[in-house]
């Protein structure tokens, strides 16, 4: 049996829009900015001095790994690059690629430097409830994210993830 032209067409616009779980209705599919994200997502930030870091690919593959339990509790993977030329995106981990001004505000307002590595978890309220130097498994996001009072009132909700 083969699949109508049409159809594979439809399933290609949808695809790239799965890759990203949507916390609320009125949340923006894919935000641009951290404030468009604040009370929608739990962004993971990961600073990293280039692309080649094997830092940032483990952090990126152990997220790769586990890209259901990133989608159930919101997370977003923000690389935070300054030289984003030739970085391969993540297979299945929700991520958003932003403007390098935006990158670069976002350097500014957590006074991290080009030449440094570091992971942010911050909760949909803006706030940072992880900061590391390594990267971080994804158990210990798990649990901290489970542990939040806004992902035990999710969890609470009728079909929730």
Known sequence: MTIPLFFLAILTLLIPMSTTAQAKP??????ATLAEMRHCYRPLLVFSPDIADRRLKQQQSDLDAAAD????RFVLFLPVLSHAAGY??????PYMLLSSKELEN????????ENQFAVLLLDE????K???STPV???RLNSLIDAMPGRKAEMQRPHAN
């Not at 391969?88 to 981990?93: A, E, G």
């Open 130 to 132: 992880l900061l590391s």
């Open 106 to 113: 976002i350097r500014n307002r957590f006074h991290v430097a």
């Open 69 to 72: 339990d990133m989608m159930d």
């Open 26 to 31: 009125t949340c923006a599919l894919r935000p």
């Open 137 to 139: 498994s994804v158990d």
């Open 88 to 93: 391969v995106t993540p297979l299945d981990t």
């Open 125 to 128: 309220d803006g706030s940072v």
